[in-house]
């Protein structure tokens, strides 16, 4: 059983296109996080939410919005997607805040624009 | 500011020697917690650690520990006897109170050669 799942794990799409990524977590977990790693390998947060809530929206398009169905679900659409927007994207849970469990990160989806 | 600073961009070690990876982490909040994650080739994030603001002593878990100096804001990561299968990228995190965000340092890549 895979606590925090997504998919797809790759995406190759044109520009222009829209497209959504998954994530579900089967751990009960009330915050949900999406996170992005560009080409360098910097991870940096897109979102957070709590009990479908969002918490956190960094500095992100318009064109990102995620939308959380309920607690185990935060899913991530991207419209008019960019060359920009080639990375590896992560979705995480946590119990609580990040300082009182640790966060588990799904197995990523590697997003290719072309 | 938070910020996690991890000087070491790559390292690259013979197996069986010790290496250190270092982290520097700024924060002005006084409750805050330090992680560490591991990203193989794979490209999964694998949750290593966790630390509070409160607890200082260092801890060992096999061949890996972890050295947290509050005086000099650093939370170094250690693994002894290195081994072919810890090469990966690692990350150092920093989270705070109240919030829902992890500040990720750059990451340092371990290669370990046989």
């Known amino acids: 059983d895979t606590a925090v799942s997504q998919t797809p794990k790759y995406l190759v799409t044109q520009m222009g296109n829209d497209k959504s990524i998954k994530c579900e977590q089967n751990?009960?977990?009330?915050?949900m996080y999406w996170y992005k790693q560009d080409s360098k390998k910097f991870l940096k947060i897109m979102f957070s939410?709590?009990?479908?809530?969002?918490?956190i929206n960094e500095t992100v398009p318009n064109r990102f919005s995620p939308k959380s169905p309920d607690k185990a679900h935060l899913n991530l659409h991207i419209n008019s997607l960019e060359l920009g927007d080639s990375a590896v994207y992560f979705c995480?849970?946590?119990?609580?805040?990040?300082?009182?469990?640790?966060?588990?990160f799904g197995q990523g989806t590697r997003l290719t624009v072309v | 500011a938070q910020k996690v600073t991890q000087a070491q961009t790559e390292i690259s070690v013979v197996e069986k020697e010790d290496v250190t990876l270092d982290c520097v982490y700024e924060?002005?909040?006084?409750?805050?917690?330090l992680f560490w994650y591991k990203q193989p080739p794979s490209g999964e994030l694998v949750f290593l650690i966790r630390?509070?603001?409160?607890?200082?002593q260092n801890e060992i878990s096999g061949r890996y520990s972890w050295n947290f100096q509050k005086s000099t804001s650093s939370f170094n990561f250690t693994i002894t006897a290195s081994q072919v299968v810890d090469s990966a990228v690692y990350f150092c995190?920093?989270?705070?109170?109240?919030?829902?965000?992890?500040?990720f340092g750059a990451g340092t890549r371990l290669t370990v050669k046989p």
């Open positions: 939410y709590n009990n479908k809530e969002l918490i």
């Open positions: 924060t002005r909040d006084t409750t805050y917690y």
């Open positions: 995480a849970s946590s119990a609580l805040e990040f300082g009182n469990t640790e966060a588990f």
């Open positions: 751990l009960g977990h009330d915050t």
């Open positions: 995190a920093l989270s705070w109170n109240p919030n829902n965000d992890m500040r």
């Open positions: 630390r509070n603001s409160f607890d200082e």
